[in-house]
T-cell receptor, first 114, second 110 residues
Framework: DGGITQSPKYLFRKEGQNVTLSCEQN?????MYWYRQDPGQGLRLIYY???????QKGDIAEGYSVSREKKESFPLTVTSAQKNPTAFYLC?????????????FGPGTRLLVL | GEDVEQSLFLSVREGDSSVINCTYT??????LYWYKQEPGAGLQLLTY?????DMKQDQRLTVLLNKKDKHLSLRIADTQTGDSAIYFC??????????FGKGTSLLVTP
């Protein structure tokens, strides 16, 4: 089946620890995105990537980092600099970023701080 | 990004029609989307409409677009308990990503 997978479903972070969230897609999409969702809020863009080896900051990039070494994969690292990381993280992909291409979402990873 | 506004909560009885409303401010938006999110899950694309269209129908779903007023609505006919979820309106502008509203929680009661 084609789609987007995210792992793990739940992730716990200790104070001062970096954690990495996985996102993989087999849709052959060029563009991938990371969003953060807080309760009662819409989705806010963290980072996006239009093509392999290239990525740009979104609206709330501070405290996060990404890489795009393969077309299929766009991992997100939540660093210790992110002081309020507890949220639901959603990865998405689309055929491009020229504007309006439909984005397809993964099932999400819920990050909790111990 | 530009603002996308939605009412936060809607309750309907099973079998009735639901209408979820959305307003946006970016007149350059080319596409407008409706996504559905069930508890603890990702977003599922329901439907979308091009900005040069007034209406789109897809089975139980009807999308109406009033571009002059920048108003978008999603009508769900014969609403079922399985339709209970959060519904997000989103616009695709000339930039790089979608701009989402905060979501409308739809509760369908028997």
């Amino acid at each position: 089946d084609g789609g987007i997978t995210q792992s793990p479903k739940y992730l716990f972070r200790k104070e001062g620890q970096n954690v990495t969230l996985s996102c993989e897609q087999n849709l052959n999409h060029d563009a991938m995105y990371w969003y953060r969702q807080d309760p009662g809020q819409g989705l806010r863009l963290i980072y996006y990537s239009q093509i392999v080896n290239d990525f740009q900051k979104g609206d709330i990039a501070e405290g996060y980092s990404v890489s795009r070494e393969k077309k299929e994969s766009f991992p997100l690292t939540v660093t210790s600099a992110q002081k309020n990381p507890t949220a639901f993280y959603l990865c998405a992909s689309s055929t491009g970023t020229a504007g309006g291409e439909t984005q397809y979402f993964g099932p999400g990873t819920r990050l909790l701080v111990l | 990004g530009e603002d996308v506004e939605q009412s936060l909560f809607l309750s309907v009885r099973e079998g009735d029609s639901s209408v979820i409303n959305c307003t946006y401010t970016d007149s350059s938006s080319t596409y407008l989307y409706w996504y559905k999110q069930e508890p603890g899950a990702g977003l599922q694309l329901l439907t979308y409409i091009f900005s040069n269209m007034d209406m789109k129908q897809d089975q139980r779903l009807t999308v109406l677009l009033n571009k002059k007023d920048k108003h978008l609505s999603l009508r769900i006919a014969d609403t079922q308990t399985g339709d209970s979820a959060i519904y997000f309106c989103a616009e695709g502008d000339s930039g790089y990503a979608l701009n989402f509203g905060k979501g409308t929680s739809l509760l369908v009661t028997p």
